[in-house]
């Protein structure tokens, strides 16, 4: 994954989307590995569907990645802090 920062749903369900193919899943071996109903991903991704919390963590998690909170200055940059330069 790219660490894109992401401002939208969206853009949050194109990169997902983007990873799932990376990862080289079909929308149904998405809907198992998440443990998600049979067909879910396919709703999601056409937009039938929104993610809730639940399904949101469980498709991030079968896909191995996170989301990040960063706060953005006032030209949309990412606010960088010390202690996260030191690490």
Request: hydrophobic share 50%; proline share 3%.
């Amino acid at each position: 994954m790219r660490n894109p920062i992401i401002r939208d749903y969206q853009s949050l369900l194109a990169e997902l989307v983007a990873e799932r193919k990376r990862q080289g899943l079909s929308q149904i071996e998405m809907d198992a590995a998440a443990f998600i109903a049979d067909g879910y991903t396919a709703k999601l991704e056409a937009g039938y569907k929104c993610f809730g919390p639940i399904s949101l963590a469980a498709v991030l998690g079968a896909l191995n990645v996170a989301l990040v909170i960063v706060k953005l200055d006032e030209h949309g940059r990412p606010i960088v802090e010390a202690a996260e330069v030191a690490a």
